[in-house]
């Protein structure tokens, strides 16, 4: 029996874990929610599964000695420009594309079994106790092998952690782009079908209106020094492309991967609204 002097159980620190899978896929989708809850004082965990190291450089005439240490470099600079402590890794390899596809690397995530990610995430989330999971949509964004193999992995660990004495992560969201904005990517080179890779409003379990922190936003992407040089996607775009890009990264839109907790009202108000102990957070 507690005795009735007892100090009253600490309530945890909330906390939100990112799971992505090279250093710059934070910035676009999600940069801006990460900073927000972390000025709420949200313990906010990002964990990149690769180094990047398969990557093109953008940039006209630059020569890298270590693709991978320069951009981890990157991602750490990003990190402190959205202000969230530095990147956990995972100690995975790039796939690469295309040319630079890396089909005989056993350590690029295309050729790392699915479980074995599981396991590393799932020890990583019974140590740091996230309420939130968030990470790719089914389709991993454009499609790229390591995005999907992350969903994958990221969402069999949400579900095979609610077993842990916490109770396990209480939400699993999924970065969402609608049809709109899966056009405009399309029109700027990106080989996909809006209507596969897009989804309708209504699916948005939460959407955040991150303008306040666009300048955090455009220091996190200009951190990636490598991959946003003039042969990149962003520095072929004409003006119009470019000025309809930043109205874009305004607004960041997720969709309900899973839950442990009641979904009172939908959509939700942010990534913690409804869990019991954090209600304030989203008010």
């Given amino acids: 029996m507690t005795h009735p002097d007892a100090p009253a159980p600490a309530t945890p620190r909330p906390t939100l874990l990112a799971v992505f899978a090279h250093p710059d896929d934070e910035a676009f989708s999600v940069g801006g929610t990460l900073t927000h809850y972390a000025r709420l004082g ?20 630059m020569t890298v000695d270590d693709l991978g240490a320069q951009r981890e470099q990157e991602l750490r600079e ?5 202000e969230i402590p530095d990147p956990l890794f995972l100690d995975y390899h790039d796939s690469g594309r295309y040319e630079r596809t890396r089909h005989d690397d056993p350590k690029a995530m295309m050729n790392v079994n699915p479980l074995d990610v599981e396991v590393r995430l799932r020890d990583l989330i019974a ?22 193999q992350i969903h994958r992995a990221t969402s069999a660990a949400f579900f095979s952690t609610g077993h842990l004495p916490y109770g396990g992560p209480q939400r699993l969201f ?29 699916t948005f379990a939460v959407s955040m209106d991150v303008s306040a922190y666009a300048e955090n936003k455009r220091a996190a992407l200009a951190a990636h020094g490598t991959q946003m040089g003039a042969e990149s996607l962003l520095g072929r775009m004409t003006p119009e492309e470019r000025q309809a890009m930043e ?17 009172q009202s939908y959509p939700l108000r942010g990534l913690f609204d409804g869990l019991e102990g954090f209600g304030t957070l989203d008010a």
Avoid: W
């Fill in 42 to 61: 949200v313990n906010v965990i990002l964990a990149c599964a690769t180094r990047g190291e398969a990557g093109k450089i953008t940039v006209p005439g």
């Fill in 78 to 82: 990003a990190c402190r420009a959205l």
């Fill in 127 to 148: 140590r740091v106790q996230p309420q939130v999971l968030l990470t790719f949509d089914p389709h991993g964004g454009y499609g790229h092998v390591d995005h999907l």
């Fill in 174 to 202: 999924f970065t969402a782009m609608s049809v709109e904005s899966a056009a405009g990517i399309a029109r700027m080179g990106q080989d996909l079908d809006p209507l596969v890779y897009g989804v309708s409003e209504g």
């Fill in 247 to 263: 109205e874009r990264l305004n607004h960041e839109h997720f969709s309900l991967g899973g839950t442990r907790a009641p979904v």
